[in-house]
């Protein structure tokens, strides 16, 4: 993957910096798609608050850590 060819091209440094990075956009992305889809359910349906965002962030960190293949 990323890591691979970061310490490949850049040396251990790049690819501790691309590993690092990698396991932030983990945590990171699944969050953000969470709060979107909060607000768009809170807009739709009226539904919103910290539950939903939950709700949408284990389902989507789920779906991340699980692999689309």
């Known amino acids: 993957g ?3 060819f970061a310490r490949t091209a850049f040396g251990p440094l790049g690819g ?3 590993g690092t990075a990698i396991l932030i956009e ?3 992305a699944p969050a953000a798609i969470a709060v979107f889809i909060g607000a768009y359910c809170q807009s739709l349906f009226g539904i ?3 539950i939903v965002y939950l709700v949408c962030y284990l389902v989507f960190m789920g779906i ?3 692999g689309a293949g």
Do not use: E, R
């Open 16 to 18: 501790y910096l691309t």
């Open 26 to 28: 983990y945590a990171i």
């Open 2 to 4: 990323g890591y691979s």
């Open 48 to 50: 919103g608050g910290w």
């Open 64 to 66: 991340h850590l699980k």
